[in-house]
Protein backbone atom coordinates (compact mmCIF):
# COMPACT_ATOMS: atom_id res chain seq x y z
CA UNK A 1 0.00 0.00 0.00
CA UNK A 2 1.37 2.96 -1.20
CA UNK A 3 -1.25 5.65 -0.15
CA UNK A 4 -2.50 6.24 -3.79
CA UNK A 5 -5.42 4.23 -4.69
CA UNK A 6 -6.50 3.81 -8.45
CA UNK A 7 -9.94 2.34 -9.61
CA UNK A 8 -10.52 0.60 -12.33
CA UNK A 9 -7.79 -1.71 -12.12
CA UNK A 10 -8.54 -2.98 -15.59
CA UNK A 11 -10.44 -1.02 -18.33
CA UNK A 12 -11.43 -2.35 -21.57
CA UNK A 13 -13.65 0.12 -23.93
CA UNK A 14 -14.01 0.70 -27.47
CA UNK A 15 -13.47 3.41 -29.50
CA UNK A 16 -16.26 5.34 -29.32
CA UNK A 17 -17.17 4.80 -25.36
CA UNK A 18 -16.24 7.45 -22.69
CA UNK A 19 -15.01 6.68 -19.51
CA UNK A 20 -13.03 7.75 -16.61
CA UNK A 21 -10.27 6.79 -14.19
CA UNK A 22 -9.92 8.23 -10.79
CA UNK A 23 -7.22 8.55 -8.53
CA UNK A 24 -6.89 9.28 -4.55
CA UNK A 25 -4.15 9.36 -2.52
CA UNK A 26 -4.43 9.62 1.55
CA UNK A 27 -0.34 11.32 2.06
CA UNK A 28 -1.48 14.30 2.39
CA UNK A 29 0.23 15.58 -1.02
CA UNK A 30 -0.71 18.77 -2.90
CA UNK A 31 0.71 17.37 -6.16
CA UNK A 32 -0.96 14.90 -8.75
CA UNK A 33 0.81 13.15 -11.84
CA UNK A 34 -0.58 11.34 -14.51
CA UNK A 35 1.60 8.68 -16.47
CA UNK A 36 1.13 6.73 -19.19
CA UNK A 37 3.50 3.01 -19.13
CA UNK A 38 3.46 1.52 -22.27
CA UNK A 39 5.43 -1.85 -22.89
CA UNK A 40 8.88 -1.16 -23.74
CA UNK A 41 9.05 2.27 -23.15
CA UNK A 42 9.80 4.75 -20.23
CA UNK A 43 7.19 6.08 -18.53
CA UNK A 44 5.86 8.90 -19.99
CA UNK A 45 4.37 12.26 -17.71
CA UNK A 46 0.93 13.86 -18.95
CA UNK A 47 -0.25 15.92 -16.63
CA UNK A 48 0.88 17.49 -13.43
CA UNK A 49 -1.11 19.49 -11.08
CA UNK A 50 -0.46 21.26 -8.26
CA UNK A 51 -3.04 22.28 -5.52
CA UNK A 52 -5.58 21.77 -7.76
CA UNK A 53 -4.06 24.04 -10.63
CA UNK A 54 -2.24 21.85 -13.88
CA UNK A 55 0.65 23.14 -14.11
CA UNK A 56 1.90 20.99 -16.84
CA UNK A 57 0.58 19.46 -20.17
CA UNK A 58 2.96 17.15 -21.53
CA UNK A 59 1.36 17.39 -25.38
CA UNK A 60 -1.26 15.11 -24.55
CA UNK A 61 -4.15 14.82 -27.33
CA UNK A 62 -7.27 16.10 -26.27
CA UNK A 63 -9.09 12.86 -26.06
CA UNK A 64 -7.76 12.60 -22.34
CA UNK A 65 -9.20 15.16 -20.17
CA UNK A 66 -7.86 15.74 -16.69
CA UNK A 67 -9.77 17.19 -13.70
CA UNK A 68 -8.45 17.58 -9.83
CA UNK A 69 -11.73 19.02 -8.12
CA UNK A 70 -9.46 19.04 -4.96
CA UNK A 71 -5.82 17.98 -3.93
CA UNK A 72 -6.58 13.97 -2.81
CA UNK A 73 -8.10 13.40 -5.74
CA UNK A 74 -7.43 13.36 -9.56
CA UNK A 75 -9.75 12.07 -12.77
CA UNK A 76 -8.87 11.61 -16.21
CA UNK A 77 -11.89 11.39 -18.64
CA UNK A 78 -11.48 9.54 -22.14
CA UNK A 79 -13.15 9.37 -24.61
CA UNK A 80 -12.70 8.65 -28.32
CA UNK A 81 -9.30 6.82 -27.92
CA UNK A 82 -7.75 5.06 -30.64
CA UNK A 83 -6.11 1.54 -30.32
CA UNK A 84 -2.43 2.82 -29.27
CA UNK A 85 -4.02 4.15 -26.29
CA UNK A 86 -3.81 0.69 -24.34
CA UNK A 87 -1.52 0.97 -21.87
CA UNK A 88 -1.14 1.36 -18.29
CA UNK A 89 -2.24 4.22 -17.18
CA UNK A 90 -0.43 5.66 -13.95
CA UNK A 91 -0.98 8.15 -11.32
CA UNK A 92 1.17 9.56 -8.76
CA UNK A 93 1.43 11.98 -5.96
CA UNK A 94 4.22 14.11 -4.24
CA UNK A 95 4.44 16.92 -1.51
CA UNK A 96 5.75 20.23 -3.28
CA UNK A 97 6.68 23.36 -1.88
CA UNK A 98 7.82 26.91 -3.22
CA UNK A 99 9.97 25.39 -5.70
CA UNK A 100 10.83 22.32 -4.41
CA UNK A 101 9.53 18.71 -5.96
CA UNK A 102 9.99 15.70 -3.55
CA UNK A 103 9.66 11.75 -4.41
CA UNK A 104 7.13 10.75 -6.24
CA UNK A 105 4.47 7.64 -5.11
CA UNK A 106 3.16 6.31 -7.60
CA UNK A 107 -0.88 4.01 -7.60
CA UNK A 108 -0.98 0.46 -8.74
CA UNK A 109 -2.60 1.49 -12.24
CA UNK A 110 -5.54 1.24 -14.16
CA UNK A 111 -4.59 -1.34 -17.18
CA UNK A 112 -6.51 0.04 -20.24
CA UNK A 113 -7.33 -1.90 -23.77
CA UNK A 114 -8.81 0.25 -26.29
CA UNK A 115 -10.83 -2.10 -28.98
CA UNK B 1 15.63 17.55 -22.51
CA UNK B 2 17.27 15.71 -19.73
CA UNK B 3 17.88 12.22 -20.57
CA UNK B 4 18.95 8.86 -17.80
CA UNK B 5 20.50 6.03 -19.27
CA UNK B 6 19.84 3.11 -16.95
CA UNK B 7 22.51 -0.42 -17.34
CA UNK B 8 22.00 -2.88 -17.75
CA UNK B 9 18.20 -3.08 -19.66
CA UNK B 10 18.11 -6.64 -18.19
CA UNK B 11 19.97 -8.92 -16.07
CA UNK B 12 19.58 -12.71 -15.34
CA UNK B 13 20.85 -13.86 -12.13
CA UNK B 14 21.18 -17.26 -9.78
CA UNK B 15 19.52 -16.79 -6.35
CA UNK B 16 21.86 -15.67 -4.11
CA UNK B 17 24.16 -13.43 -6.33
CA UNK B 18 24.14 -9.68 -5.47
CA UNK B 19 23.21 -7.50 -8.55
CA UNK B 20 24.22 -3.81 -9.24
CA UNK B 21 22.75 -1.47 -11.78
CA UNK B 22 23.46 2.66 -12.69
CA UNK B 23 22.07 5.31 -14.04
CA UNK B 24 23.85 8.15 -15.67
CA UNK B 25 23.29 11.68 -17.25
CA UNK B 26 24.87 14.62 -18.53
CA UNK B 27 22.73 16.64 -16.38
CA UNK B 28 22.89 17.42 -12.69
CA UNK B 29 20.03 16.42 -10.27
CA UNK B 30 19.49 16.77 -6.78
CA UNK B 31 17.28 13.91 -6.21
CA UNK B 32 17.88 10.53 -7.18
CA UNK B 33 15.23 8.23 -6.39
CA UNK B 34 15.23 4.28 -7.09
CA UNK B 35 11.63 2.82 -7.91
CA UNK B 36 10.70 -1.34 -8.33
CA UNK B 37 7.50 -2.11 -10.40
CA UNK B 38 6.00 -5.53 -10.20
CA UNK B 39 4.05 -6.65 -13.05
CA UNK B 40 0.24 -5.12 -13.31
CA UNK B 41 1.64 -2.84 -10.22
CA UNK B 42 2.75 0.71 -10.15
CA UNK B 43 6.39 1.42 -9.20
CA UNK B 44 6.97 1.51 -5.54
CA UNK B 45 9.88 3.74 -4.23
CA UNK B 46 12.26 1.83 -2.63
CA UNK B 47 15.22 4.58 -1.77
CA UNK B 48 15.64 8.37 -1.89
CA UNK B 49 19.03 10.32 -2.00
CA UNK B 50 19.31 14.06 -1.67
CA UNK B 51 22.76 15.25 -1.24
CA UNK B 52 26.12 14.14 -3.63
CA UNK B 53 27.74 11.24 -2.10
CA UNK B 54 25.11 9.76 0.05
CA UNK B 55 24.86 6.39 0.62
CA UNK B 56 21.67 5.34 2.15
CA UNK B 57 20.75 1.42 2.64
CA UNK B 58 17.10 -0.43 2.98
CA UNK B 59 17.24 -4.04 4.20
CA UNK B 60 19.27 -5.41 1.16
CA UNK B 61 19.36 -2.96 -0.83
CA UNK B 62 22.22 -0.28 -0.85
CA UNK B 63 21.73 3.00 -3.20
CA UNK B 64 24.41 5.88 -3.51
CA UNK B 65 24.14 9.49 -5.11
CA UNK B 66 26.85 10.25 -7.49
CA UNK B 67 29.50 12.93 -5.78
CA UNK B 68 29.21 14.58 -9.41
CA UNK B 69 25.30 14.82 -9.30
CA UNK B 70 25.19 13.04 -12.38
CA UNK B 71 24.90 9.19 -11.60
CA UNK B 72 23.65 6.48 -9.40
CA UNK B 73 23.76 2.94 -8.56
CA UNK B 74 21.75 0.92 -6.78
CA UNK B 75 23.30 -2.37 -5.64
CA UNK B 76 21.29 -5.82 -4.32
CA UNK B 77 22.87 -8.36 -1.88
CA UNK B 78 21.76 -12.00 -1.51
CA UNK B 79 19.38 -11.79 -4.11
CA UNK B 80 15.96 -13.75 -3.70
CA UNK B 81 13.08 -14.48 -5.87
CA UNK B 82 10.69 -11.98 -4.77
CA UNK B 83 13.31 -9.02 -6.20
CA UNK B 84 12.02 -9.99 -9.48
CA UNK B 85 10.97 -7.34 -11.49
CA UNK B 86 12.54 -3.48 -13.17
CA UNK B 87 13.67 -1.23 -11.61
CA UNK B 88 13.69 2.57 -11.92
CA UNK B 89 15.59 5.16 -11.49
CA UNK B 90 14.52 8.54 -11.26
CA UNK B 91 16.24 11.73 -11.37
CA UNK B 92 14.82 15.25 -10.05
CA UNK B 93 15.93 18.59 -10.88
CA UNK B 94 14.75 21.44 -8.64
CA UNK B 95 12.13 23.42 -10.29
CA UNK B 96 11.83 21.53 -13.09
CA UNK B 97 8.48 19.78 -11.31
CA UNK B 98 9.01 16.32 -12.95
CA UNK B 99 10.56 13.36 -12.79
CA UNK B 100 13.22 12.30 -15.67
CA UNK B 101 12.77 8.37 -15.39
CA UNK B 102 15.57 5.98 -16.52
CA UNK B 103 14.38 2.91 -19.31
CA UNK B 104 14.37 0.51 -16.22
CA UNK B 105 16.58 -2.80 -15.56
CA UNK B 106 14.54 -6.03 -15.94
CA UNK B 107 16.08 -8.42 -13.15
CA UNK B 108 15.23 -12.05 -13.50
CA UNK B 109 16.59 -14.86 -10.90
CA UNK B 110 16.64 -18.52 -11.55
CA UNK B 111 16.21 -20.01 -8.62
Known amino acids: ETGVTQTPRHLVMGMTNKKSLKCEQHLGHNAMYWYKQSAKKPLELMFV???????ENNSVPSRFSPECPNSSHLFLHLHTLQPEDSALYLC??????????????FGPGTRLTVT | GQQLNQSPQSMFIQEGEDVSMNCTSSSIFNTWLWYKQDPGEGPVLLIA?????ELTSNGRLTAQFGITRKDSFLNISASIPSDVGIYFC???????????FGQGTRLTINP
Open chain 2, 49 to 53: LYKAG
Open chain 1, 49 to 55: YNFKEQT
Open chain 2, 90 to 100: AGLIQGAQKLV
Open chain 1, 92 to 105: ASSKKTSGVVYEQY
